[in-house]
């Protein structure tokens, strides 16, 4: 797992082409892509992960690359992984 594929994974599972979330693995009721709540639920979950020091560093980078994504789809940062 790298940061590369965590933010591919991010971006794939956003627009409804994944059925369970990268990070957390929470099953997506109801809907092709995953609500706005969804997302935002996924990219906490991903930023705790980024943030567990014990964490594999693989684990970590991955999660880090779905934060990025999320966050970038989400409009809370400008920088597109």
Same mark, same amino acid.
């Given at each position: %797992?790298?940061?590369?594929?965590?933010?591919?994974?991010?971006? &794939?599972?956003? &627009?409804? &082409?994944?059925?369970?979330?990268?990070?957390?693995?929470?099953?997506?009721?109801?809907? +092709?892509?995953?609500?706005?709540?969804? $997302?935002?639920?996924e990219e906490h979950?991903?930023?705790?992960?980024?943030? %567990? +020091?014990? &964490?594999?560093?693989?684990?970590?980078?991955?999660?880090?690359?779905?934060r990025d994504a999320?966050?970038? $789809?989400?409009?809370?940062?400008?920088?597109?992984?």
């Amino acid at each position: %797992m790298s940061y590369d594929r965590g933010a591919v994974d991010g971006y &794939l599972w956003a &627009l409804g &082409l994944r059925g369970r979330p990268p990070v957390s693995g929470a099953p997506v009721t109801g809907r +092709e892509c995953p609500s706005g709540a969804q $997302i935002a639920s996924e990219e906490h979950a991903a930023r705790l992960q980024c943030g %567990m +020091e014990g &964490l594999c560093s693989r684990v970590r980078d991955y999660a880090c690359g779905v934060r990025d994504a999320l966050a970038w $789809i989400r409009g809370v940062s400008d920088a597109r992984p």
